[in-house]
């Protein structure tokens, strides 16, 4: 396979320039020495932990050492990567309304906010970055020229969760430095939206750009304020207080699993710890519901069991959480695609790459956008065939994501 194609190959490129060993970067970045050697061989998956680890320790983003955004020239990716220049422009705008537009009713509004979050529940990626810019351009009109105060609030919680759909795409795509940037004026809006909630949501979001950049004590102290903001008495919380408060015990498993890879292993036990509470509030709940976006409930706290044993690399725990994982109707389809390119990573840990590519195919099936962009599927594949030379199944997939093994 063409070493351009791995992770590991260019962090090897990346530290060379350096001048620096394997074992001098490993000590840097606080890694294992034989997992780093692995990884830059290909003999092993780079594991975003990894990848945040070095990329800190080298003085780069992490897009450097993904090769994102990835260079798509036809087809729905050419189409994806097309709408970042519109919707940068509209996010630079945010201030300086646009006064040939003629906003529609904010009814009319909400209803095409409400579509296009339902468009990413469903990873319809493409179908919002070429709407997203329009309607951006749209609210921001809307918000600088409401009739009254209770109109302009209810507009900025639309042009809140409307940057959501940026902030998505930016994400998926590599495109950091515009997250950063989105998440801002997700702030921005949020404060003005006279929803407390909203901004406390914000600050959940806040720390995936945190932990993009392996901040991952900072991120945890901001959920820990958050939590402290909210209150612990979850008896006392409705539906929507309970998704977020929730949520945040979720992002604070994760973080707390990647700095145990890299930080601590102490944080290992915290990662678990976050998951019971989060497992309380689920079943305070009863259900899955999905507030603001975050399609909190049991379901998604029994994938994030999973998800934090991958990110704790033991595929076997994550294989056997993985049993109790029921990924019933209301579980949206960008949650789905997530779990199953969680559980390849879990399977190609355990050594069985015929369940890692089942798993895969899955995600593909029922998140094709997301699949197709996420670095993590990538270097699964890659993986995969470093220790699978077979062709069927393994070449069909890798040249629907335009890598060549």
Do not use: C
Request: aromatic letters at 6%; proline letters at 4%; zero cysteines.
């Amino acid at each position: 396979m063409p070493d351009q194609e791995r992770i590991g190959s260019r962090i090897a490129v990346l530290r060379k320039t350096r001048g620096w060993t394997a074992r001098e970067l490993a000590g840097r970045s606080h890694v294992s020495y034989s997992l780093l050697a692995k990884v830059e061989s290909g003999a092993a998956p780079a594991s975003p932990a990894l990848i945040g680890a070095v990329a800190r320790a080298l003085k780069v983003d992490v897009p450097r050492i993904t090769g994102q955004p990835y260079q798509e020239t036809r087809g729905q990716g050419a189409r994806l990567l097309e709408t970042i220049e519109p919707i940068r422009r509209s996010v630079d705008t945010y201030d300086l309304p646009d006064e040939s537009i003629t906003p529609r009713p904010v009814a009319a509004l909400s209803a095409d906010v409400t579509r296009l979050s339902a468009l990413g529940q469903s990873a319809k990626y493409v179908q919002i970055g070429t709407e997203l810019p329009g309607l951006l351009d749209e609210l921001t009109a809307a918000v600088h020229f409401a009739a009254n105060t209770a109109d302009q609030r209810r507009l900025f919680a639309l042009l809140a969760e409307a940057y959501s759909g940026a902030s998505a795409i930016a994400n998926l795509l590599g495109f950091l430095d515009l997250r950063s940037q989105v998440v801002e004026r997700i702030s921005w809006a949020s404060e003005r939206s006279d929803d407390p909630l909203r901004v406390q949501r914000v600050r959940w979001q806040r720390s995936a750009t945190l932990m993009s950049v392996s901040a991952y004590g900072q991120a945890l102290r901001l959920m820990d304020r958050v939590r402290a903001e909210m209150g612990d008495d979850i008896h006392t919380m409705d539906g929507p207080t309970l998704s977020v408060y929730g949520s945040t015990h979720l992002r604070s498993a994760i973080l707390a699993a990647r700095a145990a890879r890299t930080d601590a292993p102490g944080y290992a036990q915290d990662a678990w710890a976050h998951l019971d509470a989060a497992r309380t509030v689920a079943d305070r709940m009863g259900q899955d519901r999905n507030d603001y976006g975050l399609a909190f409930g049991p379901s998604n706290v029994a994938q994030h069991e999973v998800a934090v044993a991958v990110e704790l690399e033991d595929g076997a725990e994550a294989v056997r959480r993985s049993r109790n994982v029921r990924l019933g109707a209301r579980v949206p389809s960008v949650r789905r695609g997530h779990h199953y390119i969680d559980l390849a990573r879990g399977y190609v840990m355990t050594g069985d790459q015929a369940g890692a590519l089942r798993a895969l195919q899955q995600a593909r099936r029922v998140a094709p956008q997301q699949t197709r962009h996420h670095p993590m599927v990538r270097e699964t594949i890659l993986t995969i065939a470093s220790a699978r030379r077979g062709r069927g199944e393994l070449s069909q997939f890798a040249h629907w994501l335009g890598v060549d093994t």
